[in-house]
């Protein structure tokens, strides 16, 4: 006999089970399935820590999600005995004049009013003499932000997810949806669940999990290098040195540089931004190395801005992003089955915003609505129309 649920959730990485626990919060019956057994897996979270920033060069349209989502993490931390939020502060520099990233950060800070202080490339190295960057770069800093510690997040959630009872099907990819009127059928490696409502939150594998439901994004994994390297402790601890964003022009484009100060000895975390190297996630080689930028691009970034962080490798790592054509999420319901809510595409800055994701799916399937402002991450939007949405 087939088991029944009021929501099954494929995908219990990080939204999906911040969703999974704020259904089972509310008594909702829900099924959570996944491919791998989260925390401990190989989904894009990945690498122990993740930024997390207020005033947001991506967009101020982004900014009362950040905020909703630092007060929910700290919820959690304090529901759990998971330590999840360090405040480091988070800074980002770039060329004055020529780092539209840096720019739209301290535009969004302005905007809300943020504690956000701004400096002079000059003025920030008085502050971090680690950094070696010219005087006339533009800066800000803002105190409040820091890091997640991202598997702990995930496992904070599973573990009170579980106490309101939420289910689980782990180590059980999926192998097709049937999509009905009012309520859908998910088939998987162990078996066949039925529900009232679906949500799809499946990382990497989003759009091969969309397409069993008729739908046609435009998402495109990538594989990304991470690396931790050995620092000068005195410089880049987490005491003396905050998180941080780096724009630099790279002929016709720009590369985005990003990470971590060091703690517990751990070596300054550095990861670029890049949507270039397209994979298949079943397929995807997983070697750090086995591409030479892996470690050439991040270490180059380090003898150019911080050559006292620019040490030994200690550890390097392979994630995925997976992007939308214009970097922004998908969070929405599908466009024909209304009884079936998708967040995807998240394009490598997402994560700290998955407790508040984890809020509006459940609010989808609850309600059909979410108190946020979600119309920029709309399915329909005109930038990913290049690609059909829904399948005929």
């Known amino acids: 006999m087939t088991k029944h649920y009021d929501v099954i959730v494929v995908g219990a990485g990080s939204m999906g089970m911040a969703a999974g626990y704020y259904l089972a919060k509310q008594g909702v019956k829900v099924l959570l399935v996944d491919s791998f057994d989260p925390p401990h897996d190989k989904g894009s979270h990945y690498g122990d820590t993740r930024i997390i920033r207020h005033a947001y060069g991506e967009g101020r349209e982004y900014v009362p999600l950040a905020l909703r989502s630092q007060v929910l993490w700290d919820e959690l931390e304090k529901k759990t005995h998971h330590k999840i939020f360090m405040q480091t502060g988070a800074m980002g520099f770039g060329k004055k004049g020529d780092a539209p990233f840096i720019d739209e950060g301290i535009a969004s800070g302005k905007e809300y009013n943020l504690e956000v202080e701004h400096y002079t490339g000059a003025e920030l190295k008085e502050h ?10 533009d800066s800000f800093y803002e105190p409040k932000s820091g890091f997640l510690f991202s598997e702990n997040c995930i496992q904070a959630y599973r573990d009170l997810a579980e106490h309101h009872g939420a289910e689980f099907s782990i180590n059980d990819p999926v192998r097709d949806i049937e999509a009905y009127d009012d309520s859908v059928k998910v088939i998987t490696e162990k078996g066949a669940f039925t529900a009232d409502k679906l949500v799809i939150s499946a990382g990497s594998w989003s759009g091969k999990i969309t397409s069993k439901v008729g739908l046609d994004l435009p998402l495109i994994p990538t594989r990304q290098p991470v690396a931790w390297f050995e620092a000068d402790e005195s410089l880049f601890n987490a005491n003396a040195f905050p998180t941080f964003m780096v724009e630099i022009p790279n002929g016709e484009n720009r590369a985005i540089y990003y990470g971590f100060p060091s703690f517990g000895g751990c070596g300054v ?15 995807m080689n997983r070697e750090f190395g086995s591409n030479a930028n892996d470690e050439g691009h991040i270490r180059e970034f380090l003898d150019k801005f911080m050559p006292k962080a620019s040490g030994a490798l200690k ?8 992007r939308t054509p214009d970097g922004h999420f998908i969070i929405d319901k599908h466009p024909e089955h209304s009884h079936i809510s998708i967040a995807a595409g998240f394009s490598g800055h997402g994560f700290k915003f998955a407790s508040v994701v984890g809020e509006i799916l459940s609010q ?10 979600i119309s ?15 399948k005929n």
Not at 128 to 137: A, F, R
Not at 364 to 373: N, Q, R
Not at 381 to 387: A, K, T
């Open 128 to 137: 971090y003499p680690g950094l070696q960057i010219p005087d006339d770069y």
């Open 269 to 283: 975390k550095v990861g670029r931004h890049e949507y270039v190297d397209a994979i298949n996630p079943d397929t």
């Open 315 to 322: 550890n390097g790592v392979i994630c995925m992003y997976t």
């Open 364 to 373: 989808l399937a609850v309600s059909g609505e979410t108190d946020h402002d």
């Open 376 to 390: 920029i991450f709309r399915i329909n939007r005109p930038s990913l129309q290049e690609s059909s949405v829904t």
